[in-house]
């Protein structure tokens, strides 16, 4: 059995990385493996905005990370300082900021690069999927 880890730096509805990478992680699941944690970095952080709407026929890509997160304790980590500036916040930030709202979605949590150096110390791969 191994122990991944996931990079994903591209955005959810225009890169395949983000598609590609929730793929990996349910076959890595199926097959017995298993996932540490999931850093969303760069425009993927946009996976955590709550407030994405895609059409019906596409995959909402923030709930079936959610979905597996729940059904595996799955650490989700998205960065907060890209998260910031693309205007992904969490309660504790948009108060700090100032801001009407927030809109990290549930189960992601807002974190620093020194989780995804966890990460890569922690699991057997750090597997990165870029745009």
Same mark, same amino acid.
């Given at each position: 059995? =191994? ?9 959810? $509805?225009? *890169?395949?990385? +983000? #598609? !590609?990478? &929730? ?7 199926? !097959? ?8 969303? $970095?760069?425009?993927? +952080?946009?996976?955590?905005?709550? &407030?994405? !709407? ?13 979905? =597996?997160?729940?059904?595996? *304790? ?24 100032? #801001? ?9 949590? &807002? ?8 990460? *890569?110390? #922690?699991?057997?791969? &750090? ?5």
């Amino acid at each position: 059995m =191994m122990i991944f880890s996931l990079l994903i730096l591209g955005a959810p $509805y225009s *890169s395949q990385s +983000v #598609k !590609t990478a &929730l793929r990996f992680a349910n076959a890595s699941i199926e !097959t017995g493996n298993s996932i540490y944690r999931i850093f969303f $970095y760069h425009e993927a +952080v946009n996976s955590g905005n709550e &407030l994405l !709407t895609p059409p019906q026929d596409e995959i909402h890509i923030p709930n079936e990370w959610q979905a =597996m997160a729940r059904d595996n *304790s799955i650490d989700l980590v998205v960065c907060i300082a890209s998260a910031l500036k693309r205007g992904v916040l969490d309660s504790t930030e948009a108060d700090r900021y100032e #801001k009407p709202a927030s809109n990290l979605a549930p189960n992601f949590n &807002l974190s620093g690069l020194g989780q995804l150096i966890d990460a *890569s110390v #922690k699991s057997d791969r &750090l597997i990165t999927f870029g745009p």
